[in-house]
């Protein structure tokens, strides 16, 4: 199974010419460039989600009180700094798109499967330099689009991230489905060109271009979780791209795709024959799988992380790969658990029920491998360290609630409630940064050639932490209340006034969670430049990207590319002077492969 690089085809890549400042920096084709371009537009996308978050948690806490910050940036849907109530469900919804999109699939996928593929399996680059570029410009093209949304006259799109119709359907249905609508459906199909590209990148760089010795079971679970994310994306993407497509057919060409029997102020449209909940199908048919997209790179990241820092062997190799694969698949038939109180005839549920609980069963096999990974480890307590122990903490804690939720009978109660908000945050949206900033103080030394600021990212950590379970944890009992998700104030309805005071508290950890990424955004920026030399393998680490020279050269290796010969976990192995050794370390005379 084990395909042989060609070590000396491309020695001399990237040397035949001048790079140019624009070939280097801006049209680069060398992956390691790219990867560090995706983290970068994904930073600043988050920047922007973030800052919409902290706007909204104020109108929820302070409904109807004059805001400088609202009049600031919203300019006229705060007349007087009072948020209008159709800019609310705006923000929302270009949060939710910008978070799930733009930062955890994009800002993970797009940046350490960049960084990793190639440098993990011994390649010179991804299998196409040239789609690597152009997978990277579609999804900053997309950027733009989705932020150029924020500034039409009638306001951005405001459906929901899910964008169901009839309000994403019918541009006079609200100011939000007009124009910025129509930007939102332009921005998302640039955005799904530019995963299918890179996804089938990751792919075929993983199959076809593994040094000599990676066999599949050498390679590290970071990969794994890559390589399997990538095969997700290609199966579900192309679905929400078909269902955006005949939403733009709706809107634009008069068809009837998700419309039927539609009244605008008593006046009759003429739209028959078609579902709404044809749209739910389609879209969830991506919304879930897209969970496992965001949260299996971050799990992947995690595994190697923790295996590193615990200086031991992963616990359970091969339950780990069983569980990412077992995950995969179980993620694509699940999609109907979201649509449990759209009229769905209850033996369908039931079945939903039982494929949503049977996800479970892989996702506990990770978490406990995690836990005895960890235990009786010589622990290194690392800011990524303590961010991976985060994530396991937060995937745990969050997963316990989707058993709720994805019971049919149960989640009837709290659908569309602020409990669904906390469960799916913690379980994906908080682990999934915690893996992603986990990834980023782990190997900034391999994009940066600095190290990053030590204790401030064991000030951005506990912050963090504090402030995430202070937003979320509260937020489960708020949602067992009643209050539903998307109001934009709760004050007329006297039965949610008891709420109020909790929200006021969610509120102010929100705040200061976000002020606080801002020690991160300046270690971050700071460290490129002015941040303490590294050395070739600051974490004593296995893996074969710590065997590149320091110096970025595009094909990564000067000379030949190293060999494989063990797997990627052999720490703390009797027998050895060091507690690590190198995958491109020959086994000794007598001395037994590892495979757990």
């Known amino acids: 199974m084990s395909a042989h690089a060609d070590t000396h085809a491309h020695d001399d890549h990237g040397h035949h010419h001048k790079e140019t400042f624009v ?14 371009q995706y983290l970068i537009t994904g930073t600043i996308m988050g920047v922007i989600g973030v800052l919409m978050s902290i706007m909204f948690r104020m109108q929820i806490a302070w409904p109807e009180e004059p805001n400088v910050l609202f009049e600031a940036l919203l300019g006229k849907w705060a007349p007087g700094g009072v948020m209008d109530a159709d800019i609310y469900l705006a923000l929302v919804t270009i949060h939710g798109t910008i978070m799930v999109f733009f930062v955890l699939t994009a800002g993970l996928s797009g940046t350490f499967s960049n960084l990793l593929i190639p440098l993990q399996i011994g390649a010179r680059d991804m299998a196409s330099g040239f789609l690597n570029m152009v997978s990277y410009w579609m999804f900053f093209l997309s950027s733009v689009v ?26 006079m249905a609200q100011g939000g489905s007009g124009m910025g609508m129509t930007l939102w459906l332009v921005s998302m199909a640039i955005f799904i060109a530019s995963s299918l590209l890179g996804s089938l990148n990751y792919i075929v760089t993983v199959i ?23 095969i997700i994306g290609v199966v579900s993407f192309p679905v929400l791209l078909s269902a955006a497509l005949l939403l733009i057919m709706d809107r634009s060409f008069g068809t009837s795709f998700f419309l039927s029997d539609i009244f605008i102020q008593g006046e009759v449209l003429h739209y028959q024959g078609g579902s709404p909940v044809l749209f739910e199908h389609l879209f969830w048919f991506l919304g879930h799988p897209e969970v496992y997209i965001v949260l299996l790179p971050a799990l992947g990241i995690t595994s190697e992380i923790i295996a590193t820092n615990s200086r031991k062997p992963i616990f359970g190799y091969r339950a780990m790969v069983m569980s990412i694969l077992a995950i995969a698949f179980l993620s694509t038939i699940v999609w109907g658990h979201h649509m449990f109180i759209s009229g769905m005839n209850p033996f369908l549920g039931s079945v939903f029920t039982f494929t949503t609980l049977l996800i479970a069963i892989p996702s506990a096999v990770k978490a406990f491998n995690y836990i005895t990974t960890l235990w009786k480890g010589n622990l290194q307590m690392n800011p990524a360290m303590l961010f991976s122990i985060g994530l396991v903490s937060t995937f745990i804690t969050g997963g316990l609630t989707g058993i709720i939720l994805g019971d049919s009978a149960l989640d009837i109660n709290v659908h569309d409630t602020y409990f669904v908000v906390a469960h799916f945050h913690l379980v994906m949206g908080i682990s999934a940064l915690y893996g992603m900033f986990a990834g980023i103080y782990h190997w900034f030394p391999k994009m940066f050639g600095r190290m990053l600021n030590k204790n401030l990212g064991y000030l951005h950590f506990w912050v963090t932490a504090i402030c995430a379970y202070g937003v979320f944890f509260p937020m489960h009992f708020i949602g067992m209340a009643g209050l539903p998700r998307r109001y934009y104030t709760n004050s007329n309805f006297p039965l949610f006034d008891d709420t109020a005071n909790a929200n006021v508290v969610i509120t102010i950890f929100a705040i200061v969670g976000g002020i606080f990424q801002l020690v991160f955004l300046w270690n971050f920026f700071y460290s490129i430049f002015f941040g303490k030399k590294t050395v070739q393998n600051p974490w004593r680490s296995n893996t074969l990207e710590w065997t590149a020279p320091i110096k970025h050269i595009h094909g990564n290796w000067e000379g030949e590319i190293p060999h494989v010969h063990r797997w990627a976990y052999d720490y703390s192995k009797p027998g050895h002077d060091d507690d690590f050794v190198p995958q491109n370390v020959p086994l000794k005379d007598g001395e037994e492969e590892l495979q757990h």
């Open 23 to 36: 070939t280097k920096y801006i049209f680069s084709q060398d992956h390691k460039m790219i990867a560090k």
């Open 208 to 230: 076809n271009l593994r040094t000599k010795g990676m066999s599949m079971t050498r390679l590290p679970l970071t990969i794994w979780a890559f390589f399997v994310t990538a």
């Open 146 to 171: 989705m932020v150029i949304s924020l500034f039409v006259e009638a306001g951005p799109a405001a459906a929901g991230w899910t964008i169901y119709p009839p309000l994403s359907a019918l541009p």
